[in-house]
């Protein structure tokens, strides 16, 4: 994971860009990944631990009737949290994350090792979901792996 989150913290160095996370269901992972590379201060802005939907409402500005329509582990709110952090911070890129962790909490429609990327960069989000299999660690796990590589392959391809 630290060679992932060097691998991002180059990129974004290289191409000077600032970076802020939003996060559910890594209570601060992401963040954590980020910061454990050495001179991460220089890109690294700060984070919202937005478990609770207040917080994604509140601080980071999603729609109440996105989250009542959609759910939090959804495409349109990690959208708006990846969008919200990246504003509520004043940077260049935004990254979040959204799923169900587990072992409970899964339903037919999101089970467990349902988890929602999102990403906000140049004006535009983004978003993709995966579903990962495996303990609520190991899920934890993947979502941030697969958050530091989403980010890495839509700032990467950017001109």
Do not use: W
Request: include cysteine.
């Amino acid at each position: 994971m630290e060679q992932k989150a060097a691998q991002l913290g180059e990129l974004l160095k290289r191409k000077n860009l600032t970076l802020a996370v939003a996060e559910s269901c890594t209570g601060g992972l992401v963040g954590a990944a980020v910061t454990s590379v050495d001179g991460s201060s220089a890109y690294f802005r700060g984070g919202v631990i937005a478990y609770d939907n207040n917080i994604k409402r509140d601080i980071l500005g999603v729609s109440s009737a996105d989250l009542e329509k959609y759910g939090a582990v959804s495409d349109p709110v990690v959208k708006e949290m990846a969008y919200g952090v990246a504003n509520f911070f004043n940077c260049d890129c935004g990254v979040s994350v959204s799923g169900v962790a587990g072992p409970h909490g899964g339903t037919k429609d999101k089970p467990v090792g349902l988890v929602f990327i999102g990403a906000f960069f140049r004006g535009r989000t983004y978003a993709r979901s995966f579903l990962f299999i495996g303990n609520r660690r190991e899920i934890r796990s993947q979502s941030v792996m697969a958050a530091l590589d989403f980010l890495i392959g839509i700032i990467d391809t950017d001109e």
